[in-house]
């Protein structure tokens, strides 16, 4: 069966309207598709300040018909988002979650360092990761879920806040071909591209997109409304991915 993953990112959740009204205006579309997602992804900067509030706020929106996968990103606090989104204990470690939907792993991870925007993976993240993809029974395809990009997206401030230790998930990754594609936000401009092999999709940012380095005045990123990626993944695990500006 074709697994339907719905993904948004950056919702940077503040006190003002603007960020709760684009996000608002996203749920709202896919909660009215005619086919209801399978799950929704939602690869970090929840919260612009990661306030108590904005975690009771996000999982208002975020009470949805349908499962929500969510990790941290730069700007998120691993223990608020733990304790108020997640209803979890606030510990302080890495968050790393297994997800099984429609009988693809997805493995939704934690790049994000305290006090540091740019994205890594510490090493017990890495050994979960590999661990994780060692014991899925055979033919399970899996997906990987994380913040930061691992590659080159060619936005300076993207790149620049990339993850750092990129080879090391290539290396791994060496190893696990069922890992059929890396998802991930951060970058605030929907693009895909490739990375150890795999597909590599970014979803747009519901704040703001990032102005690219082609945009000028008159193509003013800000203006441009937020979206949303839709991934499938069929029954010969090849993704597919659609993006869509929600006007
Ligand atoms: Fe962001
Ligand atoms: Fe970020």
Do not use: K
């Amino acid at each position: 069966m074709t697994l339907l993953l719905a993904h948004i990112s950056d919702l940077h959740l503040d006190e003002g309207t603007r960020a709760t009204e684009r996000a608002t205006h996203a749920l709202n579309h896919l909660t009215q598709l005619s086919r209801r997602p399978d799950a929704l992804l939602v690869t970090g900067d929840v919260a612009h300040t990661p306030a108590t509030a904005r975690y009771h706020q996000a999982a208002h929106l975020l009470d949805l018909p349908f499962p929500v996968l969510t990790c941290p990103g730069s700007h998120d606090d691993r223990a608020a988002l733990r304790q108020h989104l997640l209803g979890l204990a606030p510990t302080t470690g890495p968050l790393n979650q297994l997800h099984h939907l429609n009988g693809t792993a997805v493995l939704v991870c934690d790049s994000t360092t305290p006090g540091r925007e740019g994205g890594h993976l510490r090493p017990s993240t890495l050994m979960w990761i590999n661990h994780t993809l060692q014991e899925l029974p055979e033919n399970t395809p899996a997906l990987l879920a994380l913040h930061h990009p691992p590659a080159r997206v060619h936005h300076p401030l993207a790149d620049h806040l990339r993850l750092d230790n990129a080879q090391d998930l290539a290396g791994l990754l060496r190893a696990h071909p069922r890992v059929a594609g890396i998802l991930v936000g951060h970058a605030h401009t929907g693009g895909a591209t490739t990375f150890a092999g795999r597909p590599l999709l970014l979803a747009p940012a519901l704040i703001r997109s990032a102005p690219m380095p082609w945009d000028s005045e008159h193509t003013a990123a800000m203006d441009q409304p937020p979206g949303v990626a839709f991934h499938l993944l069929d029954d010969e695990h090849r993704l597919t991915t659609h993006f869509r500006a929600l006007v």
